[in-house]
């Protein structure tokens, strides 16, 4: 069900819904859905959530997607050309959440496991040739966002871990140069391992 013509990122994102194993998303340059299990059947949920096809058709793509743990439907993307988009309602209504953010690749966007309205989105500045760890937290559902990459080095951050159970005050960041952890909600990295 997913058009082969669709701008796709090179590892586009998948993703099992964690209140039904029998639904499934995937991104291209749109949202799309199967709530056909092991043999699925895509239908698109989206518009193109993308800036379009502004400079090249390989930087317009969704690169995230995350499911709230907490609530079912709600769900986040982030695309290449630096837009994060939230659905309350499993794709019904989209509302643009990253005017406030830098217009970066998001490499990642975590929905909270414990606040339906607290967000996280990573950026990767590496295409303009820039090298700030770029990591943020919205409690409001993305009307506004506050800077946690607290002390992480020039490195830009690939992935991002919210353990649960710990106030989303435990975060571990996946950077080029190694796994970050912090203990108080980004003020204060630590690099893991050697």
């Not at 709530?35 to 699925?40: D, I, R």
């Not at 590496?126 to 080095?153: A, C, M, Q």
Request: zero cysteines; aromatic letters at 10%.
């Amino acid at each position: 069900g997913i058009d082969s013509d669709d701008r796709r990122n090179w590892d586009m994102p998948y993703l099992i819904s964690r209140h039904n194993p029998d639904i499934l998303y995937a991104g291209t340059y749109r949202l799309y859905k199967s709530t056909n299990g092991v043999y699925p059947l895509f239908e698109p949920i989206s518009d193109d959530l993308t800036d379009g096809l502004v400079i090249h058709p390989r930087y317009h793509n969704i690169t995230a997607i995350s499911e709230s743990p907490i609530q079912q439907g709600l769900l986040f993307v982030g695309t290449a050309d630096g837009n994060i988009w939230q659905t309350p309602d499993d794709g019904a209504t989209w509302v643009k959440i990253s005017d406030d953010l830098p217009d970066r690749f998001v490499s990642d966007v975590v929905a909270s496991p414990s606040d339906p309205k607290r967000v996280f989105a990573a950026h990767s500045g590496y295409k303009d040739n820039e090298f700030i760890p770029r990591l943020f937290r919205s409690d409001d559902s993305g009307t506004t966002w506050t800077d946690v990459s607290g002390d992480l080095p020039d490195l830009a951050i690939n992935e991002l871990f919210v353990m649960p159970g710990h106030a989303d005050s435990v975060l571990f960041a996946a950077t080029d140069g190694g796994v970050y952890a912090t203990l108080d909600g980004g003020s204060k990295w630590h690099r893991l391992g050697s």
